[in-house]
């Protein structure tokens, strides 16, 4: 069974760290492009991060860019969420996807749009609050 497994979510106050993790099982996420989404409360879910397959090419939305850090460890089948500087407004609930296209596999790229993204982890609560 094909699965991603979000994890590290939690309570941490404005200013504080925090780092995901997207394990995948019954899979190798060697030939995926990884997308982070986050959805909040009464708001649309929306794309964060991305990496590509080789970890060569990342994206990153603005209001996030320059505190979140999206990486990769294929050894380990583990993408990772290093967020730094957290504010009250990146409480939500945080997904990883992988998109599994031809395209971004021979490209080296990652895209941010959701309906390119195969396989959902089923998400991990962040909440930033004092």
């Known amino acids: 069974q094909l699965q991603l497994v979000e994890s590290g979510g939690r309570l941490v106050q404005p200013g504080g760290s925090l780092r995901l993790s997207c394990a995948a099982s019954?899979?190798?996420?060697?030939?995926?492009?990884i997308g982070w989404f986050r959805q909040a409360p009464g708001k649309e879910r929306e794309a964060i991060a991305c990496?590509?397959?080789?970890?060569?090419?990342?994206k990153y939305v603005d209001s996030v860019k320059g505190r979140f850090a999206i990486s990769r460890d294929n050894a380990k089948n583990t993408v990772y969420l290093q967020m730094d500087s957290l504010k009250p407004e990146d409480t939500a609930v945080y997904y990883c996807a992988a998109d599994g296209s031809n395209v971004q596999r021979t490209q080296d790229i990652c895209v941010t749009p959701a309906w390119a993204y195969d396989y959902w982890g089923q998400g991990t609560q962040v909440t930033v609050s004092s």
């Open positions: 990496i590509s397959s080789s970890g060569g090419s990342t």
């Open positions: 019954g899979f190798t996420l060697d030939y995926y492009a």
